[in-house]
Antibody, heavy 115, light 107 residues
Framework: EVQLLESGGGLVQPGGSLRLSCVVS????????MTWVRQAPGKGLEWVSS????????YYADSVKGRFTISRDTSRNTLYLQMNSLRAEDTAVYFC????????WGQGTLVTVSS | DIQMTQSPSSLSASVGDRVTITCRAS??????LAWYQQKPGKVPKLLIY???TLQSGVPSRFSGSGSGTDFTLTISSLQPEDVATYYC?????????FGGGTTVEIK
């Protein structure tokens, strides 16, 4: 059974950092591209970042480029999103997702950026 | 970057009605188009990928069509459980942009 479980969300002050983790099971990270999608309260879906199945390609939305870093540890079956220089507009539920046309989603982890 | 424009932003229809949602890409994306359904408080669900391929387990009243820049999601007979927001997404190359969403309600 495919499962994705995010963690690491929470309340952080503007300018702060957080690292989100997504532990996957039922498939291997080397077989699929992986994606982070976020959804601000009451708003639509926003693609944040993706990493290729080989791990060599990483891609970012302009809104997070230079501040966020996507990575993975295949030995731990874990996808990461390092978020630095956080802003109020980064407040959202962050979903870990499998593939580019996302067929499996995690439950999401809430990131709140506020003083 | 390619923009994805959905219309309408919301609609209200009766049970049994045929419902059509459109998604337009600002440049050609071939058939790299997915549709998702998100019910209130829930995680999005993949309905259709490759513009017209129904994801396993999705009811056959959902269908997708189009290629290039213009795409359509159709619900052939609207059911109460279809109340949700629907999103299109391009996935041919980054950025994997989502449309703004279409909220479907029952009249």
């Amino acid at each position: 059974e495919v499962q994705l479980l995010e963690s690491g969300g929470g309340l952080v002050q503007p300018g702060g950092s957080l690292r989100l983790s997504c532990v996957v099971s039922g498939f291997t990270l080397t077989s699929y591209a992986m994606t982070w999608v976020r959804q601000a309260p009451g708003k639509g879906l926003e693609w944040v970042s993706s990493i290729s199945s080989s791990g060599t390609g990483t891609y970012y939305a302009d809104s997070v480029k230079g501040r966020f870093t996507i990575s993975r540890d295949t030995s731990r079956n874990t996808l990461y999103l390092q978020m630095n220089s956080l802003r109020a507009e980064d407040t959202a539920v962050y979903f870990c997702a499998r593939a580019a046309a996302v067929d499996y989603w995690g439950q999401g982890t809430l990131v709140t950026v506020s003083s | 970057d390619i923009q994805m424009t959905q219309s309408p932003s919301s609609l209200s229809a009766s049970v049994g009605d045929r419902v059509t949602i459109t998604c337009r890409a600002s440049q050609v994306i071939s058939n790299y188009l997915a549709w998702y359904q998100q019910k209130p408080g829930k995680v999005p669900k993949l309905l259709i990928y490759a513009a017209s391929t129904l994801q396993s387990g999705v009811p056959s009243r959902f269908s997708g069509s189009g290629s290039g820049t213009d795409f359509t999601l159709t619900i052939s007979s609207l059911q109460p459980e279809d109340v949700a927001t629907y999103y299109c997404q391009k996935y041919n190359s980054a950025p994997l942009t989502f449309g703004g969403g279409t909220t479907v309600e029952i009249k």
